[in-house]
């Protein structure tokens, strides 16, 4: 079965602008989820920019609910992520001045720093997943790794789309990298500037198991309502 995940960020962002509390990230998640969701992502990220701690650990303690946790690749953010014990975390490159992720994590780099924390994570019994770019051999790093999942970065797929450019090859490279982390006994999963028209040809890559959809979700339900729009994404996916 497909899976949706619905990235509620930007209601902590909403919420934040004006420094109060509403709208509030807890009840959000527990209305994506009545509406059909099957489990929500937030990215805590060093900086609190949009979700804050005590966002994450009321939503982590709602029950029948799966969260999936964004976070960095700092300790201290590996350390919380243990604590509040969120059933998936996703491991995201991090960078200040960036307004939002711009693309995979350096797993070559970062090698030995990610088996560490993988290992960490998989004791808790929490699942990992790596947010990747579209790259055969960070398929094979991932599958030395040992990650149980990865994402792949479907942000300049979605913007070729977008731009009306000739996006086969990069549809081409995802399809590849899916098919071969598939054949490694790893999940794989979508996520980055996903809308209707992206994601329905994305669905044509079967082995993909769970969509991660954020910014389009929220911008979109301004002006047909979140409960519409998760289930006409539900339409595309499943």
Known sequence: MKRLGVNIDHIATIRNAR???????????????????????????????????????????????????????????????????????????????????????????????????????KKNNIRTSLFINPSLEDIRLSKELETDCIEIHTGRLANLIKSKKKFTHELSKISKCSILAEKYGIEVHAGHGLDYKTTRILKKIKVIKEYNIGHFIIGESIFYGLPKVIKNFIKIIK
Request: charged share 35%; aromatic share 2%; hydrophobic share 40%.
């Open 19 to 121: 420094g109060e509390f509403h709208p509030d990230p807890v009840t959000a998640a527990k209305f994506v989820k009545k509406v059909g969701a099957d489990s929500i992502t937030i990215h805590l990220r060093e900086d609190r920019r949009h979700i804050k701690d005590i966002d994450a650990k009321k939503i982590c303690l709602l029950k029948g609910l799966l969260v999936n946790l964004e976070i960095s690749t700092n300790l201290k953010m590996i350390k919380t992520a243990i604590k509040i014990k969120p059933n998936f975390v996703c491991i995201v490159p991090e960078n200040r001045k960036e307004i939002t992720t711009e693309g995979g994590l350096d797993l070559k780099k970062n090698k030995n720093r990610l088996k560490k924390i993988i290992n960490r994570l």
